[in-house]
């Protein structure tokens, strides 16, 4: 396919996850989910949406370390501080988390053709393998804490999937937790395998 569809987006989910520190309550965290379909040479994850979670920490102080702590607390490994690459990418050995610890950046998710967020300080992104992403844009002190599920290992394709690569991605196991809001989080509730 050549074009790129959104075949879903659910926006402003009010919720208060279990496992954020008063600081965190005080703040009205929001989820986003998105559904995207293939994009031109992208394939994206047509049963698994996107999720963004607007204000998943408070924007204060030194943020990724909170990050960090949130992610590895929930069970999520191979963490590491960096920016996103400005050409698209996608992954088919994992599902991934960013956090933005810091500035902020427009980002292009779902491949060429797909949606363009704009994201700051506190907000988080959980993409499901296969989803494609780059950077358009950023401050210079814009800064992503990324995670993985564990046992899981983040290849990066930059050109069609072939039938391999898309069996692998819909073999792709689920997260047993969520990187933000842990064992009850929305993640396990918006992503399910029929």
């Not at 879903?8 to 965290?29: C, E, F």
Request: charged share 20%; net charge negative.
């Amino acid at each position: 396919m050549s074009f790129a569809r959104i075949s879903a987006v659910n926006r402003s989910i009010k919720t208060t996850p279990p496992s954020l520190d008063s600081m965190t309550s005080a703040a009205d965290v929001t989820i986003e989910t998105i559904l995207f379909e293939f994009s031109d040479w992208v394939p994206n994850n047509p049963d698994l949406p996107v999720l963004i979670y607007r204000n998943a920490i408070p924007a204060e102080g030194e943020m990724a370390p909170k990050f960090e702590d949130r992610f590895q607390s929930n069970g999520w490994q191979g963490i590491w501080r960096n920016g996103v690459f400005d050409y698209q990418h996608y992954h088919t050995g994992a599902h991934e988390v960013l956090g933005i610890a810091g500035g902020r950046a427009r980002l292009l998710i779902g491949g060429p053709a797909g949606a363009e967020l704009s994201v700051h300080a506190g907000d988080c992104l959980i993409l499901p393998a296969g989803t494609g992403h780059r950077r358009i844009d950023a401050s210079r002190d814009f800064l992503v804490v990324g995670a993985y599920p564990p046992g899981q290992d983040a290849d990066i394709q930059t050109g069609p999937a072939d039938q391999v690569q898309l069996d692998t991605i819909a073999r792709l196991p689920l997260p047993k937790t969520d990187p933000v809001e842990g064992a009850d989080g929305a993640l396990l509730r918006a992503w399910s395998r029929r």
